[in-house]
T-cell receptor, first 114, second 115 residues
Framework: DGGITQSPKYLFRKEGQNVTLSCEQN?????MYWYRQDPGQGLRLIYY???????QKGDIAEGYSVSREKKESFPLTVTSAQKNPTAFYLC?????????????FGQGTRLTVV | AQKVTQAQTEISVVEKEDVTLDCVYE???????LFWYKQPPSGELVFLIR??????QNEISGRYSWNFQKSTSSFNFTITASQVVDSAVYFC????????????FGPGTRLSVLP
């Protein structure tokens, strides 16, 4: 089945550790996105990528890093510099990085700092 | 700057009632796109509809209907004869036509449909 796969579903991190969230899509989409969702709030854009080997910061990129070495993969690293990383993280993709296409979402990763 | 407002934080209705979720947006572009997504308890956002700024026709899909009014910058979503399975958080989103697409989401409306 085509879709977006995020792993793991739940992730626990100790303070001071870096952790990487996986996002893979087999939809052959050019654009991929990472969003953060806090309880009772909307989605905020962390990073997005329109094509391989290119990515742009979103509204809340500080403390996060990404790579886009392959079209189907867009991993997100939450670094120790992120002061409040506990949140629900959603990865999405769209056919192309222009406004007229909808984004499809993965099932999310819930990250908790312990 | 883009902005999406969903003034209703939470709505509760009894099954079979109709319910309308409000969405008001701000943009300086003349070409833009509006979306509605549903987020069930599982967490994944499910795409419901896309509407471009040049198409003000209302749309109906089964029990769902959408009313787009550019004059009031609104894109409201109505569920007719609501069902318990409609319980979810609903997000309205806006995207402009440019390289570096950025979906801007509203804060969401939590809909609870009671049996």
């Amino acid at each position: 089945d085509g879709g977006i796969t995020q792993s793991p579903k739940y992730l626990f991190r100790k303070e001071g550790q870096n952790v990487t969230l996986s996002c893979e899509q087999n939809l052959n989409h050019d654009a991929m996105y990472w969003y953060r969702q806090d309880p009772g709030q909307g989605l905020r854009l962390i990073y997005y990528s329109q094509i391989v080997n290119d990515f742009q910061k979103g509204d809340i990129a500080e403390g996060y890093s990404v790579s886009r070495e392959k079209k189907e993969s867009f991993p997100l690293t939450v670094t120790s510099a992120q002061k409040n990383p506990t949140a629900f993280y959603l990865c999405a993709s769209s056919i192309k990085g222009q406004g007229d296409t909808e984004a499809f979402f993965g099932q999310g990763t819930r990250l908790t700092v312990v | 700057a883009q902005k999406v407002t969903q003034a209703q934080t939470e709505i509760s209705v009894v099954e079979k009632e109709d319910v309308t979720l409000d969405c008001v947006y701000e943009t300086r572009d003349t070409t833009y796109y509006l979306f509605w997504y549903k987020q069930p308890p599982s967490g994944e956002l499910v795409f419901l509809i896309r509407r471009n700024s040049f198409d003000e026709q209302n749309e109906i899909s089964g029990r769902y209907s959408w009313n787009f009014q550019k004059s009031t910058s609104s894109f409201n979503f109505t569920i007719t004869a609501s069902q318990v399975v409609d319980s979810a958080v609903y997000f309205c989103a806006l995207s402009e036509w440019n390289y570096g697409q950025n979906f801007v989401f509203g804060p969401g409306t939590r809909l609870s449909v009671l049996p």
